[in-house]
């Protein structure tokens, strides 16, 4: 019997040993589940809230990693943009024009300018400034149709910027927002403390504010790719016409000489710039010590001139 008592303590120690651990690895996996379903790696209750600044890093590094993996399967995203300037005959039909031509497209009139210019002899003439937003297929049947029975083609030039890695990081950066948002949502509702539940609020805030602002980008890029911005500048004919006295056109030699004469006339009045404002002031500072180094050694001369001359002249003693 004395014997056995001894054998049935350790039996029951190791019965209530491994009862222990039953336990303890019972409440690990539940909390893992719940993380797991959370989407978020486990963290122990007591240090949730004073993990949760360390989001933010993560979600940034998260949203890079996936930037440089998804970019080259997405499809690209470019912004396309048109600029042009026409000389036409009729400026206010033609800005009318353009305004129809962009509603029948599909698209819209972003803004509009019509004011008054004066040609090279002073004559009154109107000009415009609209800015238009066409589909992306569109551009190039749009861009056609207003250069069509222009007079001239001042200038056009078209740009494109590819915007598709920018974009695949703001998708990558919204995911994990939202999931660090779903994250907060789960830890605020098991959270009693008011200090607790104050900061879990002030998580939420930041990160749903940086979750609007994300979409707003993603937005703007889509709208842009997707409509493309044409400014037009719209010149009256009478501004481009040449200088006419009477039924004479200046042209050939005159129009070089006047040119040349227009050159010299910048030339003369840059050197007179440049003279006033960097030669003269040299000239000035060089000049006027050496101006008085001059004046010095002359009067020194000139006084020891004076003393040899009397020193050579005689003294004439007066007869008494």
Same mark, same amino acid.
């Given at each position: 019997m004395k014997k056995l008592l001894p054998f049935s303590l350790v039996l029951v120690a190791a019965l209530i040993l491994a009862a222990c651990g039953a336990s303890a690895s019972s409440k690990q996996t539940e909390n893992r589940n719940l993380? @797991? !379903? +959370?989407?978020? $790696?486990?963290? $122990? *209750?007591?240090?949730?809230?004073?993990?949760? $600044?360390?989001? #933010?890093?993560? %979600?940034?590094?998260?949203? #890079? +990693?996936?930037?440089?993996?998804?970019? $080259?399967?997405?499809? &690209?995203?470019?912004? *396309?943009?048109?600029?042009? +300037?026409? %000389?036409?005959?009729? /400026? @206010?039909? &033609?800005?009318?024009?353009?305004?129809?031509? !962009?509603? *029948?497209?599909?698209?819209? /009139? /972003?803004?509009?300018?019509?004011?008054?210019?004066y040609t090279s002899d002073y004559l009154e003439v109107p000009e415009a400034q609209i800015t238009v937003r066409v589909p992306a297929a569109n551009l190039d049947a749009a861009l056609e149709q207003i250069k069509k029975d222009v007079v001239e083609v001042q200038n056009e030039t078209r740009s494109g910027q590819d915007v598709t890695a920018e974009y695949v990081d703001l998708q990558s950066r919204l995911k994990n927002y939202e999931a660090a948002e779903v994250q907060l949502e789960a830890i605020m509702e098991k959270a009693t403390a008011t200090e607790d539940v104050v900061n879990v609020f002030n998580q939420l805030v930041y990160y749903r504010e940086q979750i609007e602002l994300v979409k707003g980008q993603m937005k703007y890029y889509e709208e842009a790719a997707a409509l493309s911005a044409i400014s037009v500048r719209i010149i009256a004919e009478e501004t481009v016409k040449p200088v006419v006295i009477g039924k004479w056109e200046p042209k050939g030699v005159a129009l070089e000489a006047v040119q040349d004469l227009v050159n010299f006339l910048k030339g003369f009045v840059d050197f007179l710039i440049r003279f006033v404002i960097y030669t003269l002031p040299v000239l000035i500072m060089i000049g006027l010590p050496l101006y008085l180094v001059f004046i010095g050694l002359r009067a020194l001369f000139r006084k020891m001139r004076g003393n040899k001359v009397k020193k050579e002249t005689p003294e004439v003693k007066s007869e008494k």
């Open positions: 993380s @797991e !379903a +959370a989407g978020a $790696p486990l963290a $122990p *209750q007591a240090d949730a809230y004073e993990a949760m $600044p360390m989001a #933010t890093a993560s %979600v940034s590094n998260q949203g #890079t +990693a996936a930037s440089d993996g998804s970019a $080259p399967s997405a499809n &690209r995203i470019v912004i *396309q943009n048109a600029d042009l +300037a026409i %000389v036409v005959s009729d /400026v @206010e039909g &033609r800005m009318k024009n353009i305004q129809i031509l !962009a509603q *029948q497209m599909g698209g819209f /009139v /972003v803004s509009s300018n019509l004011y008054q210019s």
